[in-house]
């Protein structure tokens, strides 16, 4: 019984580790003010930074230098992070809220704020969700529009100014597709490619000509072929489906990237180039990737948060030395006469699938956002964060790896290996990305291998997981190609 009992813990602990540190790719990171939040291709989510609101969601309020996981849950599908809350939606539909609540941004009727994730409402039809300083939007799959939170500024588009504390829905149009919040105000795309807006607009955010308040969504844009948008705290991005990047609005430190400093109250285009693929907009600075996968920054850079070996601002797109597949840049918010959100993470290299790729991080580092485990600032993206470390005598403890998928990437066929007779005749499984089991069959040999035919699955990450008699589970991840 000893003995069981040790393996089992030994088990236990090689499974956490195994998890941490070997099997997952990132597929999903979003930055706050302060604090940043991950997912896994396990549907796990981790978070680092600032938590004094419970924005990271692990159950204190304590601030975290490395990536720390929110909760048990591997069923997230998408989230996005605020100034100061968190949004997330799990693969069964329903809405999750955490962190900073003040002003109903959290939407599960109080002001209280929550330091774990806490589910909103029983529907379960949501299906995209957008955070800014202190307002929360969110789409439903029948194409509704729900907005919650600060609504100073009219950015909720309900035609009013209080604030609302539950999910509210915002006209009756069921043709919404993409909404992006910005500090105080609020874009979004209709399935015809029109693009909308409404809130605050001191800066020219809201790109109607004027910087007239507007408190329901009005239509912005010279044409109807908008592709994807992105809010920065008071200025616009958006996407052509020509592929031409447009902006406006705030420009005191380039991030229009326009090649001056003058705020612009109509779209402008952004240089010539039209193979722009990806757009994201931070507090005061912006990022594009271009069909090839280069990163492009402009904008405000007092912490190095371009990534471009210096802390000078830029006014206009520059290319960053790592290319990207993904990028992330911190949201802004106000205080007094200052402007917070200074970090930016990325996924380079998650294209290609490499397992164990890490998070690339560059910018302010004083609350441990950027996850490195150190609060050091840096101005170039370093690909080291992301991972829990131990110690090398920590490590030299560690049982060998109960499982082994080899080859990875495969085409055709896997083989599962594993060293332990407790999973001699147990049912090994694959499951898809969205939890779904596409193939089964019960594990042959302890000391070879079972081979498992893939031949039918489409491209994609997929899942091996080998549970035992006593409910113990050991997996890992394989890209068919």
Avoid at 91 to 108: A, E, F, I, P
Avoid at 295 to 306: E, I, M, S, T, V
Avoid at 429 to 440: A, C, E, I, P, Q
Wanted: charged share 15%.
């Amino acid at each position: 019984m000893k003995k069981l009992a040790r393996f089992a813990l030994s088990f236990l602990f090689l499974y956490l580790v195994h998890n941490t540190l070997i099997s997952q790719v990132w597929v999903q990171v979003d930055c706050g003010a302060e604090f940043t939040v991950a997912m896994r291709s396990d549907s796990t989510l981790w978070s680092c930074g600032f938590n004094g609101n419970g924005q990271l969601g692990n159950g204190t309020t304590a601030t975290s230098t490395y990536m720390e996981p929110i909760g048990t849950h591997n069923d997230w599908k998408e989230f996005e992070a605020g100034a100061f809350h968190t949004l997330a939606i799990k693969r069964n539909g329903t809405l999750w809220t955490w962190g900073l609540n003040g002003n109903g941004q959290l939407g599960d009727l109080t002001n209280t704020d929550r330091h774990t994730p806490t589910q909103i409402t029983f529907d379960t039809d949501w299906v995209s969700v957008a955070a800014g300083q202190a307002h929360s939007m969110a789409i439903k799959n029948d194409g509704t529009l729900w907005a919650w939170g600060f609504n100073y500024n009219g950015q909720l588009g309900n035609d009013a100014v209080a604030d609302l504390n539950v999910p509210t829905q915002i006209g009756i149009d069921t043709s919404w597709v993409k909404v992006a919040c910005g500090g105080y105000h609020t874009i979004a795309l209709k399935s015809d490619g029109s693009m909308w807006a409404w809130g605050g607009n001191p800066g020219g955010q809201l790109g109607t000509g004027s910087t007239t308040e507007v408190h329901v969504p009005t239509q912005v844009g010279h044409f109807a072929n908008w592709v994807d948008i992105s809010s920065g705290y008071e200025f616009s991005m958006a996407l052509n489906s020509d592929s031409t990047l447009w902006s406006w609005g705030f420009n005191a430190f380039g991030q229009l990237g326009l090649g001056h400093v003058n705020q612009t109250n109509e779209l402008t285009q952004v240089g010539g180039a039209n193979d722009w693929m990806k757009i994201e907009a931070g507090s005061a600075f912006a990022f594009a990737i271009n069909n090839s996968h280069d990163l492009y920054a402009w904008g405000f850079n007092a912490y190095g948060q371009l990534g471009l070996a210096d802390n000078d601002d830029r006014q206009s797109p520059e290319l960053v030395s790592l290319a990207m597949d993904a990028v992330a840049a911190s949201d802004g918010f106000a205080s007094t006469q200052y402007l917070f959100g200074f970090h930016t993470v990325g996924i380079s290299g998650s294209s290609q699938l490499n397992e164990n790729h890490p998070l690339c991080t560059t910018g302010a580092n004083y609350v441990g956002q950027l996850g490195d485990s150190t609060l050091i600032d840096h101005n170039e993206f370093e690909c080291e964060s992301g991972y829990i470390t131990l110690d090398d005598e920590i490590l030299a403890s560690i049982p060998a790896i109960a499982i082994n998928v080899y080859p990875n990437p495969a085409s055709d066929y896997i083989q599962v290996e594993t060293n332990n007779e407790v999973f001699l005749g147990q049912t090994l499984t694959v499951v898809d990305m969205n939890g779904h089991v596409v193939s089964s069959m019960q594990l042959k040999h302890t000391s070879g291998c079972s081979t498992i035919d893939i031949q039918h699955l489409a491209a994609g990450i997929y899942t091996v997981v080998l549970t035992d008699s006593t409910g113990f589970k050991m997996q890992h991840q394989f890209v068919k190609i």
